[in-house]
Each structure stands twice: as C-alpha cells, then as structure tokens.
C-alpha cells in the first residue's frame, strides 16, 4: 500500500507542466507583429520618436495581458527590455542629435516605481493582504452587517459608505479598493454567498463605480484633483 502511494506521489511530482495554449501562441505572435507595424508607422510631426515607439510598447503589452501569452513577470522583462531599447536608440528630447542611451532609458523606467502614487498603491496592498491573514476584514464585515443588516440593497450601502469614510483619508481609488475587496470578500463569505454569485459581483463592482464617483465628488480622494486645483 505504502509502494503504491508513493508512486502515486511520484507520478504527481513529476507531472509535466501545463502546455501552452494556442490562444497564448497567437497573442505573442500578434503581439510582435502589431509593435512591428506602428513602429514601421510614419511618426507624426507632434510626436517624438520616444513617444511613437513608446505607443508601439503599449500595444504589445496590452495584447500579451488580454491574450495571457506570457506570465505577468515574464511580460515584465520583456516589456522593460523592450522599453529600454527602444528608447535607448531614440533621440534624447534634451539633445535631439544624440541618442538618449539605454542606461539613460532604464533610468526614466526605473524612475516612476520611485513615485508616492507607487508607494501609496503598495502600501494599500500589504494592508489589504494583512487584513485577510489576521481577520480583520472579517470584523469590519461583520461591523459592516450589525450596523446594515443583511439585506442586499442594506449591504450595498454600507459598503459605499465604507467607501465613503475610506475616501477622506486615502488619496487614490486603487488603494481603496484594495481595502474595500476584503472587506467584501469578508461580507460574501460570512453569508455563505458564492464568490461567483450575482450578488458578490454586484458588491465589487458596484464598489468600484461608487469609489469612482468619490473620486470626483471629494477633493482630497485622488492626487490628481489636488493637482488640477492649482491650475484652476
């Protein structure tokens, strides 16, 4: 019995990876080709050859993440080289006759992951991550539910109104939403709710439209409005 076991076990470990799919081929293929034809493409007179290429990057990113070709570290690298050399041959817009050089490209790559913007929206994530690991999202839930009840149209509001609080102390959408999830997820599963359920999608993306409305309504839930409020 313990022979068989442990055969099975072995068998298991040395299962093959899961192959690629031929959706995930097309993507990568497609996604080479359509960087190849904007980068062919004239660059108009109001754009700079750094920005034409740039927008040849973004296409090729976003075909890789809506097809999956890759895995997200993997389109990472691939992006970050792609980015580095593609600048790095382009004319530097402070001196248009040299060549901005790779090192000065990963420089300005390099250079927003250094932003408060990133910091804030990381710093959310590691919040959002430990509410889940201790529990706590599950005692605003509940908090959430002895105050609302556990009518659905109850529920919904309460999670705007959370929505709400959160948007007077946290500059940006994306960091809310990575405290409003668990809070969510907490919600959905102490009322036994399928994740996949109506109702959970209702909660999320109803949260979602809600923070975005926050965002226009309350001058201090986005950076950027603080920002437009001196060019007015």
């Given amino acids: 019995m313990s022979t068989v076991s442990s055969t ?13 799919t031929t959706a995930q081929n097309i993507g990568l293929i497609l996604a080479f080709i359509v960087l190849g034809v904007i980068l062919l493409l004239p660059t108009p007179e109001t754009l700079s050859t750094g920005g034409h290429r740039m927008i040849g990057v973004l296409a ?40 901005m050089g790779t090192a000065n490209a ?8 250094s932003s408060p913007a990133m910091i804030l929206v990381g710093a959310a994530m590691f ?26 149209s109850r529920i919904y509001l309460g999670v705007i ?4 609080i959160l ?16 809070i969510i ?24 439209q809600a923070d975005t409305f926050w965002n226009i309504m309350i001058q201090t839930a986005a ?3 603080l920002v437009a409020v001196g060019f007015i």
């Fill in 223 to 225: 950076a950027q409005n």
């Fill in 8 to 20: 099975n076990t072995t068998q298991q470990a040395a299962a093959p990876p899961k192959g690629r």
């Fill in 185 to 208: 997820i907490g919600i959905v599963e102490n009322l036994g709710i399928e994740r996949k359920s109506r109702v959970a999608a209702l909660l999320m993306v109803g949260a979602v």
């Fill in 60 to 99: 090729f990113a976003i075909i890789l993440w809506m097809t999956s070709a890759v895995s997200y570290p993997v389109s990472a690298t691939m992006i970050t080289a792609l980015t580095a050399l593609l600048l790095g041959f382009s004319p530097n817009p402070e001196a248009p006759a040299k060549m």
């Fill in 161 to 164: 109104i959370t929505g709400l």
């Fill in 106 to 113: 990963l420089k300005l790559i390099i250079s927003g992951f």
């Fill in 127 to 152: 919040i959002s991550v430990a509410m889940r690991k201790t529990g706590l999202d599950r005692r605003i839930a509940m908090l959430v539910l002895s105050s609302v009840g556990t009518k659905v």
């Fill in 167 to 182: 948007a007077f102390f946290v500059p940006s959408a994306t960091a809310r939403i990575a405290c409003l999830a668990p």
